[in-house]
């Protein structure tokens, strides 16, 4: 069980929640804040003061007064016309974790909301009703809006959600779960909308999947690594202690140990002086790309905590102000940086894969053909994955350069961090189809080379893999494999980390200071 208080959510715990379905419950100190926020809110109608949102019309009707006893119709109003979504919805678990991130920011207790909107936003949380959100029309700024109106849709009974592996009218599931629709008040609506939380849950599920395909991607390098009898001088700790990344270190480190007990690495010399750069440099490629989702991490665990919508309301009620926080830049810029990041894992790893298949390169059989010429083996997995690399170089291009005026040039900057937010997903799933692919190759190098010169590692990493794809012993359809192994890289049901042992495996100390 995890209680939120708006201020301390981790992406660990947003992970609990969102793929573990982790219970929540409310902090009673953020309860109260929540209570004494919407005292303010109710003062300000009762004497009539002029504030944006709770007695006016939005965005250029900034300026149009609203009567009293239209300010509840206000609300509505705004959740139906915002309701402007489009295509396909977003991922369950993305809006899972939008219904999380929500209720998260509105219990720092800026927002001016009843207790009882709280309460229905972790009521859908606990009964698994998760709105159906469409993933195009948001702009970034002014928050996300047309995505959380059909959230806050679905508190009002109405809109479609998913529940219980169903896609099912709003009012039939709320009515199965035995929850009571609830009726916006003042603020509310626009509290509930003005924010970054489609954006945001998007970054977060994008980070999380990012961070597998991070460390999958060291397994599957080295057994590369293996296949190609690479030259493991490389990965000196003196080399990348020289430079002084603390990721670049973390990678070569990891994948020394990875590769502990292998004999079908090579020293400096033995077979070739110095390997190509996709092999010799993987601690600086991969590590560029860890220092890129740390980077993103820390920018995504403010944004989690953050109170992101218009206006917030301090000091009791003394104090109401109309800003921006509601702009997503910092999260537009994290996705733009983590599709880049992401994209390199597969750049790189292509690379290897013709390493892989290409008789010039190596001393495999070609294509890593069972029969070379009558059998093609591996020739069109490659061209498959230098497809998904060349698609990502387009969906790569930063969506936070671009910004389109909007209600009536009120809104005359705008974020565009949703769109960042989606294709860096579409950027990771092709990655890990890269991934997928350049291990199938893998595997059967190690095949080819003799399992049992593996790493203990890298042959209880092929023992598991086989089972998801077995060996090619003659050509046959092969995009069934490559989408078996993408499920099995993405579920990750073995927990795959880097075993804790010493670091002594090919460089005794004296290597540190002498030759290799």
Not at 195 to 201: D, F, L, S
Not at 206 to 235: K, P, R
Not at 254 to 270: A, H, N, P, V
Not at 438 to 460: F, N
Request: net charge negative.
């Amino acid at each position: 069980m995890l209680e939120l208080n708006g201020n301390t959510l981790t992406i660990e715990e947003v992970k609990r929640v969102s793929y573990d379905r982790e219970v929540v419950t409310i902090n009673p100190i953020s309860m109260q804040k929540v209570k004494e926020s919407r005292s303010a809110v109710e003062r300000i109608v009762s004497e009539n003061k002029t504030i944006y949102g709770i007695n006016t019309g939005f965005g250029k009707f900034s300026d149009v007064i609203i009567s009293e006893h239209d300010v509840d119709d206000l609300q509505l109003n705004l959740i139906r016309s915002h309701a402007c979504g489009l295509g396909e919805p977003f991922p369950e678990v993305v809006s899972r974790t939008m219904v999380l991130l929500r209720l998260n920011a509105l219990l720092k207790g800026f927002s001016g909301i009843r207790p009882i909107v709280a309460e229905r936003l972790a009521d859908l949380l606990n009964a698994g009703i998760h709105p159906v959100i469409p993933q195009q029309g948001s702009l970034g700024a002014s928050g996300d809006l047309a995505p959380l109106s059909h959230l806050a849709l679905v508190l009002l009974g109405e809109g479609e959600v998913f529940h219980k592996g169903e896609r099912m009218e709003a009012q039939v599931a709320l009515k199965k779960e035995g929850i009571e629709p609830i009726v916006l008040h003042a603020k509310e609506g626009l509290a509930l909308i003005n924010g970054t939380q489609a954006m945001t849950a998007m970054g977060v599920v994008n980070w999380i999947e990012a961070n597998d395909i991070a460390v999958i991607s060291e397994y599957i390098a080295s057994m590369t690594m293996e296949g190609l009898h690479g030259v493991i001088d490389a990965f000196h700790p003196a080399i990348h202690e020289a430079r002084g990344y603390p990721q670049q270190m973390a990678v070569a480190e990891r994948m020394r140990k990875i590769l502990s007990g292998s004999k079908l690495i090579t020293r400096q010399g033995e077979k070739r002086v110095q390997d190509a750069y996709s092999l010799r440099c993987i601690p600086q490629v991969h590590g560029a790309s860890w220092q890129a989702l740390d980077y993103v991490k820390e920018k995504l665990e403010i944004e989690i905590n953050a109170a992101t919508d218009n206006p917030l309301i301090f000091d009791g009620g003394e104090t109401v102000i109309s800003g921006g926080n509601f702009h997503g830049q910092p999260i537009a810029i994290s996705m733009d940086f983590l599709k880049i990041a992401v994209a390199e894992f597969a750049n790189i790893s292509e690379r290897r894969i013709e390493r892989l298949v290409n008789p010039q390169l190596n001393d495999l059989p070609p294509f890593l053909s069972p029969q070379p010429g009558l059998q093609s083996g591996a020739m069109i997995m490659q061209y498959a994955a230098a497809s998904l690399v060349s698609e990502n170089k387009t969906l790569a291009h930063p969506a936070s350069v671009d910004s389109i005026p909007s209600s009536a040039n009120q809104e005359d900057h705008v974020s565009m961090g949703t769109i960042a937010a989606r294709h860096a997903y579409s950027i990771i799933q092709n990655v890990r189809r890269v991934l997928a692919i350049e291990c199938i190759c893998a595997l059967q190098a190690a095949e080819y080379r003799g399992m049992d010169s593996l790493s203990p590692v890298t042959r209880k990493f092929y023992d598991e893999a086989r089972k998801v794809v077995p060996s090619i012993k003659e050509d046959r359809i092969f995009s069934k494999d490559i989408e078996r192994m993408t499920e099995w890289l993405k579920k990750n049901e073995l927990g795959w980390t880097v075993p804790v042992t010493e670091d002594t495996f090919f460089f005794q100390e004296a290597d540190r200071s002498g030759s290799l």
